[in-house]
């Protein structure tokens, strides 16, 4: 098997429990890390047995620019669950998603929400 992390992605997106969440927006970061199956692509040096980022940042930026969710964890979730149906050798995702601008009063950087799916 072999991992592959993505780190920092920043993508502008709608997600918020409160409507002015969702209608205002912010940035979001998101953290990837894909574990293949095997590691194939050690064997074959092809990128259809390995992961490619290019690729990855699409979906994730797809998902996280064009939908919308009130839970962190929901858009954490379906990012892995995007990723794990387009790729079969992909054992497992996980997708940290970090939100810098929440609705609590005191001082914090961010809020942080990581969410494990593995291929069934």
């Known amino acids: ?7 920092n992605m920043m993508f502008y997106g709608f997600h918020g429990v409160y409507e002015y969440e969702r209608e205002q927006g912010q940035k979001f ?15 074959t040096d092809d990128l259809k047995d390995g992961v490619d980022p290019a690729a990855v940042y699409d979906i994730v930026k797809d998902i996280t620019e064009n939908k919308r969710y009130q839970m962190l964890g929901a858009l954490a979730a379906h990012i892995g669950d995007r990723l794990l149906a387009k790729y079969p050798h992909f054992k497992s995702v996980t997708a940290k998603v970090r939100k ?3 609705p609590i009063s005191g001082p914090i950087d ?4 990581e969410v494990v799916r593995t291929q069934q």
Not at 29 to 43: F, N, R, W
Not at 110 to 113: A, D, L, N, P, R
């Open 1 to 7: 098997m072999a991992k592959v992390r993505i780190h």
């Open 29 to 43: 970061y998101v953290d990837i890390e894909v574990e293949t199956k095997d590691d194939s692509m050690a064997e």
């Open 100 to 102: 810098p601008s929440v």
């Open 110 to 113: 961010y809020v942080e929400v």
